[in-house]
């Protein structure tokens, strides 16, 4: 009997053994993942599983890391697990590699990945590590690389963006077409050039009263303040012949070098061209309660400057209550924030359909006539409130085919300069994106830490390059996470107070009034076990 339950024993582990060996060998085969985040982070998007069906041969995607970053950082480990499950997604199409270029780097450095610094500590001692860490995806032969990347925040989004790059022999340009005197790329548009660059696309500077070359797959026409007639007549002649358009613009032009001076943009230029099209932008200012706060530096009456922080509704905070969730620009929205933004309406053209993307919230109002943007004139922000109080469209878009504002035939032209183009009557399909915030894609994102409008443009660049199903993939890896989601001035600052008065007061009341309550009753027992002890005794 006992030797039976013996071999019961020996035969039950072998099987356990054999289970646990059998599950780790699956476990190399299959994979599975259960997501609980709320934008699906980390599960393959459809169009990275889809990859295969757009793939005529394979694809490789060789991934250069050092062995010593690997074993250093979370980062490798999480890219190579993204890789390996895309190429498991996608049927033999896509072929995976890690290389430790370590000892040998003429293969990395052939494909323009470079070694980069790394502070490590090895024995107490701090020194700087060389190591790789980078992407190339190859086709035919064909290559794109993604180098210095260390986490899969945008990892699946540049994967399937450089697989349909090199199986398509795709190259993207974003022309950027500076319409302010007193800005330019180079030091305004930093950011916005280096997102673009980054996603892929070749970012071009566009000279204002210049062609718009052919191969521009999207032009950002960033700002209007100095653009007449005449420069507007090349963007015209652009969208006559199909071309996608993102247009970032303003009624009022507020000039940061003049003290905040404002005033409204001239009639004609580029406002009237978007007039044609279907966009009205107003010469006004929008301001709404829900606003940043924004630190400005004033001079103290005794001489001395200070820095002063000012709820500024000039700035406006668009989140995710005012937008529309069927767009594929704003179905994941991450936030924007829109600086001195005027009103925009909507007069539909014939041919094309349009979609409101953002708004205000019912809480806004304007500035029409007398425009006080300083900081010293926060007494004049709210003087037409009443009168103007309600909701105000800030963004749109449209798709179809638009009349050219210069279809009467009445070309615009400038001294000493060539003829503006003879533009077509109609445009072919395509697709135009308009933001009545002129300097909403300058480098003052980054003082206001709103890195999420750079992200709204690339989701716009390739809605309008016309490959929307990236645009989901990008939007899941953004997201505005600063401590503002309560607009209304009033309800944070009780809010505020109520959070001081729990954590200060009613929480260590509590603690006190707990305490003296054990005390009480613990000395009540004490009272009660000695009296029965006493008692006991007689």
């Not at 997501?35 to 394979?58: N, V, Y």
């Not at 061209?273 to 706060?293: C, H, I, P, W």
Request: proline residues 4%; aromatic residues 8%; charged residues 25%.
């Amino acid at each position: 009997m006992h030797d039976t339950i013996r071999k019961r024993e020996r035969t039950l582990m072998a099987l356990a053994a054999a289970a646990i060996a059998l599950s780790a060998i699956a476990s190399t085969m299959y994979f599975a993942r259960i997501d609980l985040t709320s934008s699906r982070a980390f599960t393959l998007s459809e169009a990275a599983r889809g990859l295969h069906d757009e793939i005529p041969e394979s694809v490789r995607i060789s991934y250069f890391v050092s062995k010593s970053l690997a074993d250093r950082h979370p980062g490798p480990g999480a890219i190579e697990d993204l890789l390996r499950e895309l190429e498991a997604a996608n049927k033999g199409k896509v072929r995976v590699r890690v290389v430790d270029p370590t000892k040998d780097s003429s293969e990395a450095d052939r494909f323009g990945l470079a070694a980069q610094q790394m502070q490590v500590v090895e024995k107490s001692e701090q020194r700087v590590a060389l190591v790789y860490t980078g992407i190339v995806v190859e086709y035919l032969d064909r290559h794109e690389s993604i180098p210095a990347i260390l986490s899969t925040e945008t990892l699946e989004y540049e994967i399937v963006k450089a697989v349909r790059s090199v199986v398509g022999d795709i190259h993207l340009v974003a022309g950027l077409l500076v319409g302010d005197e007193d800005k330019s790329v180079s030091a305004d548009y930093q950011t916005l050039s280096s997102v673009l660059a980054g996603a892929g696309y070749e970012p071009r500077e566009i000279r204002r009263g210049a062609a718009v070359e052919d191969d521009v797959s999207v032009l950002f026409v960033l700002g209007n303040a100095a653009m007449d007639r005449y420069d507007a007549a090349f963007v015209d002649a652009y969208i006559m012949r199909g071309g996608k358009a993102f247009f970032a613009v303003k009624g009022v032009n507020v000039d940061p070098n003049r003290g905040l001076a404002a005033a409204a943009v001239p009639d004609g230029g580029l406002l009237s061209t978007l007039s044609a099209y279907g966009f009205e932008v107003r010469r006004n200012l929008v301001l709404d309660q829900s606003n940043l706060t924004v630190p400005f530096q004033t001079q103290r009456q005794s001489g001395g400057l200070q820095i002063q922080y000012v709820r500024y509704p000039h700035w406006v905070a668009v989140d995710a209550d005012f937008v529309d969730a069927d767009s594929p620009l704003t179905a994941r929205f991450a936030g924007l924030d829109l600086y001195w933004p005027s009103a925009l309406e909507l007069k539909p053209a014939p041919g094309a359909s349009y979609t409101k993307l953002a708004w205000t919230t019912p809480k806004a109002w304007l500035q029409t006539s007398r425009f006080a943007a300083g900081p010293e004139d926060q007494g004049l922000y709210a003087l037409e409130r009443t009168e103007t109080g309600g909701q105000y469209l800030l963004a749109a878009s449209a798709t179809g085919s638009f009349p050219s504002a210069f279809a009467a035939g009445d070309r615009p032209y400038r001294d000493g300069a060539p003829a503006a183009p003879a533009p077509a009557a109609v445009s072919p399909e395509t697709r135009l994106v308009v933001v009545s915030s002129g300097d909403f894609l300058t480098d003052l994102m980054r003082m206001s830490d709103s890195g999420f409008n750079a992200s709204f443009a690339l989701s716009a660049a390739d809605w309008l390059s016309s490959r929307d199903d990236l645009i989901s993939i990008r939007s899941r890896a953004t997201s505005d996470t600063r401590l503002n989601r309560i607009k209304d001035a009033g309800l944070r600052d009780f809010l505020v107070a109520l959070t001081y008065a729990v954590c200060l007061g009613l929480v260590p009341l509590g603690i006190v009034v707990y305490a003296l309550a054990r005390s009480a009753g613990r000395n009540r027992l004490e009272r009660e076990s000695r009296a029965v002890s006493k008692g006991g005794a007689a």
